[in-house]
């Protein structure tokens, strides 16, 4: 088995990283086409299902896409 250490850092954030990502265009494309998914299934389900399930959808499909755009993404390896 092999264990895995985190190195924590003592920051105001907590160990945040601030701006150590650069800019992404793929991920900028990304959350755009995200939050265009979810306008227009929101529109939908309130045509299908009437406001209230909207709203409830509306809100799994934003907790949702928060948990995983916060997710631990993999170290990559350069070459």
Do not use: D
Request: positive net charge; contains cysteine; glycine residues 8%.
């Amino acid at each position: 088995m092999r264990e895995v250490v985190q190195k924590t850092v003592n920051t105001a954030l907590g160990g945040a990283s601030t701006g150590a990502t650069p800019f992404s265009l793929r991920r900028a494309i990304g959350a755009v086409l995200t939050t265009l998914l979810g306008f227009a299934f929101f529109n939908v389900l309130i045509g299908v299902f009437g406001l209230s399930a909207a709203i409830i959808a509306l809100l799994l499909f934003i907790s949702l896409s928060v948990l995983i755009f916060r997710c631990a993404q993999p170290e990559r390896t350069r070459s």
